[in-house]
Nanobody
Framework: QVQLVESGGGLVQAGGSLRLSCAASGIIFSIHTMNWYRQAPGKQRELVAFITSGGSTRYTDSVKGRFTISRDNAKNTVYLQMNSLKPEDTAVYYC????????????WGQGTQVTVSS
């Protein structure tokens, strides 16, 4: 049974920091690209950052220089360090594990709420 369990969300003031964690089980974690998505009320889910199995990272423009994604394959965990948070970062953040291109497989966590007050 595959499980992705996010933690670390909460309420923070603008300019503050949070670190999200996503612990995976039931998959070979090291071969998956790990993604962080977010969905704000009334908006579509958007990809925030990803880290490949080889450690390459990419970020959406709005978080570049503020967020850092990392992974610890020994702990089957991916992290999202979020600094200089803004009210527009308020959303539910979801962890995703992705594998394959021709026959892609995706697993999702339940989400964790991040609220940034102004």
């Amino acid at each position: 049974q595959v499980q992705l369990v996010e933690s670390g969300g909460g309420l923070v003031q603008a300019g503050g920091s949070l670190r999200l964690s996503c612990a995976a089980s039931g998959i070979i974690f090291s071969i998956h690209t790990m993604n962080w998505y977010r969905q704000a009320p009334g908006k579509q889910r958007e990809l925030v950052a990803f880290i490949t199995s080889g450690g390459s990272t990419r970020y959406t423009d709005s978080v570049k220089g503020r967020f850092t994604i990392s992974r610890d394959n020994a702990k089957n965990t991916v992290y999202l360090q979020m600094n200089s948070l803004k009210p527009e970062d308020t959303a539910v953040y979801y962890c995703n594990a992705h594998k394959g291109s021709t026959w892609p497989i995706d697993y999702w966590g339940q989400g964790t709420q991040v609220t940034v007050s102004s």
